[in-house]
C-alpha cells in the first residue's frame, strides 16, 4: 500500500550528498511530492540538472554571480531562478508541508529558521544551525506548531526508539560513531594527514566539511550537542561508543538497565524517508540489513587523546550558553583552513580549543525571547569566526 499522504517539499542544500540523498528516494520510492523549491551554493550546473527534472517552482542559487547561468539553463521553462542568502530564506518559507534542511554550517541556520518559522515539518540534516542555537531553534519550530525530525543517522536512530512517555526514564543515550579514517592511526601519521586523507570516509559518502568532522571525530562532539538540545538531555548522559561497521545507529538506554538499538545498512536515505513518513513508515526498495553476512560487530571507547574534540564538545556542553555555538564557528573556520593546506589535521581541534580559551565572554544565550536568543547566538557566531582566523593565522606562520 503505497503513501498516500502528498506533500508540499522544499530542499535546501539539493546540490550535496544529503540533498543528492532526499531526490534519489523520492525517485526510489515515487512518494508524492510536489518540489517547491531547490535551493543550492555554488554547483549551478548540478541545481539546473535538478530543476530540469523535478521543475520546482523556484531553483535559488546562493552565489549571485551565478544567476545569469541559472537563468540561461532554465529558460524556456517555468522554473523561477533566483539568487542570494535572502532568496534561500524566502524559498525555505514558501509554504511547505515539509522542507529538508541540508545546507552545511551554520549557513544553514537563517534559512532553517525561515522554515520554523512557518510551521512546517523540518527534517533536520544541517547539526550546524542547531549546535548554533539549538534552544531558539527548537522553541521558534514548537511555538509555529511545526516539528523538527532529525535525518543524522544517530539521533534518528534515537528518535526511533525513545518511548516518548518513557523520557524521563532515560539513563544514557549512546551514540554511536564509525571512528572515522583514522580511527586505527598513530598521531605522527595523524599529524602528516592531508585533505584527501581526511576525507577518504571508510563507511559513509558525504561532503568535505562533515567528512573532516568524521576524521577529527568532532563530528560526534557536535553530535553529542545536537543529542542533548534535541532530547532535553544533560551532557552527563549523552555517551559515545566506537563501532566501525555502523549498521547499530545509536542506543537508548533506560533506568531499568534495558537498552534499545536502531540498526540498518549504512544509506542515509533511510533516516530521511523516517524524517518523510514520520509517523508511518515510507515502503521503498531500501537496502536491507543482512547481519549473516557482516558476521560479527565491534566495539571500542574512543581515544580522547587521539581524537581531543570530543573532550571539547562535551566541555562547551557543559559550558553551555555561548560555548556550542563558538566551539562551532570556530570548528567552521579551522576545517576551513585544513581543506585549505594553511593548518595541519592536528591543529583543528587545537584552534578550537584556542578559540576557546581567547574568547573572553561565551555570552548567555537565555534571552528573553527566541528572537533575542537567535541575534545573541550570531553574535558570538561572528566573533568566534574573527579570533579562530587569528589563531588559524598563528598557526599557519608556524
Ligand atoms: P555537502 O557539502 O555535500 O552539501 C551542502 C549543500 O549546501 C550543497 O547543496 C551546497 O551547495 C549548499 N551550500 C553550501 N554552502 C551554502 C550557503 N552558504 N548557502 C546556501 N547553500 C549552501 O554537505 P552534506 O554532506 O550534504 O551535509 C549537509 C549537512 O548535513 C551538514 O550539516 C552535515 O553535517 C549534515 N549531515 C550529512 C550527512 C551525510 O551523510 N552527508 C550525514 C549526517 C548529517
Ligand atoms: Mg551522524
Not at 539568487?83 to 534542511?101: C, R
Not at 561508543?241 to 540498518?264: F, K, M, R
Not at 567552521?332 to 585549505?340: P, R, S, Y
Amino acid at each position: 500500500e503505497p503513501l498516500t499522504l502528498a506533500r508540499k517539499v522544499v530542499v535546501l542544500g539539493s546540490t550535496g550528498s544529503i540533498g543528492l540523498s532526499t531526490l534519489s528516494l523520492f525517485e526510489q520510492s515515487g512518494a508524492p511530492v510536489e518540489i517547491l523549491a531547490l535551493t543550492a551554493g555554488r554547483n549551478v550546473e548540478r541545481l539546473i540538472e535538478q530543476a530540469l527534472r523535478w521543475r520546482p517552482q523556484v531553483a535559488v542559487i546562493e552565489d549571485e554571480a551565478k544567476l545569469e547561468a541559472l537563468r540561461d539553463g532554465l529558460a524556456g521553462t517555468a522554473v523561477r531562478a533566483a539568487a542570494g542568502a535572502a532568496a534561500v530564506s524566502e524559498a525555505a518559507a514558501m509554504g511547505a508541508d515539509w522542507v529538508m534542511s541540508a545546507i552545511v554550517g551554520a549557513a544553514g541556520l537563517a534559512p532553517t529558521l525561515a522554515a520554523a518559522r512557518t510551521g512546517a515539518v523540518i527534517a533536520l540534516a544541517n547539526k550546524e544551525s542547531l549546535v548554533c542555537a539549538g534552544p531558539a531553534l527548537l522553541a521558534i519550530a514548537k511555538a509555529s506548531g511545526g516539528s523538527v525530525i532529525p535525518v543524522d543517522s544517530e539521533h534518528s536512530a534515537i528518535f526511533q526508539v525513545l518511548q516518548p512517555d518513557c523520557a524521563h526514564r532515560v539513563a544514557r543515550l549512546i551514540l554511536t560513531a564509525s571512528g572515522g579514517p583514522f580511527r586505527a592511526w598513530d598521531k605522527a601519521a595523524m599529524r602528516a594527514a592531508t585533505p584527501e586523507q581526511a576525507i577518504a570516509h571508510p563507511n559513509w559518502s558525504m561532503g568535505a566539511k562533515i567528512s573532516v568532522d568524521s576524521a577529527t571525530m568532532m563530528n560526534k562532539g557536535l553530535e553529542m550537542i545536537e543529542a542533548s538540545y534535541l532530547f532535553a538531555t544533560p551532557e552527563d548522559r549523552v555517551d559515545v561508543v566506537i563501532h566501525p561497521q555502523s549498521v547499530i545507529h545509536s542506543l537508548v538506554e533506560y533506568a531499568d538497565g534495558s537498552t534499545l538499538a536502531q540498526l540498518g545498512p549504512p544509506d542515509m536515505r533511510a533516516p530521511i524517508a523516517c524524517a518523510f513518513a514520520w509517523p508511518d513508515r515510507l515502503p521503498w526498495p531500501a537496502p536491507r540489513l543482512d547481519l549473516a553476512a557482516y558476521g560479527q560487530l565491534t566495539f571500542e571507547s574512543p581515544d580522547l587523546d587521539r581524537f581531543p574534540a570530543i573532550g571539547i564538545a562535551r566541555e562547551s556542553l557543559r559550558l553551555g550558553g555561548g560555548a556550542p555555538t563558538a566551539m562551532n564557528a570556530a570548528n567552521e573556520v579551522a576545517v576551513a583552513a585544513f581543506l585549505d593546506r594553511r593548518i595541519g589535521f592536528l591543529d583543528i581541534a587545537a584552534a578550537v580549543a584556542g578559540t576557546l580559551e581567547r574568547m573572553n565572554s561565551l555570552g548567555d544565550l537565555t534571552a528573553a525571547n527566541n528572537d533575542d536568543a537567535v541575534e545573541a547566538a550570531m553574535l558570538v557566531d561572528a566573533s568566534a569566526r574573527r579570533i579562530a582566523a587569528e589563531v588559524v593565522a598563528q598557526k599557519h606562520r608556524r
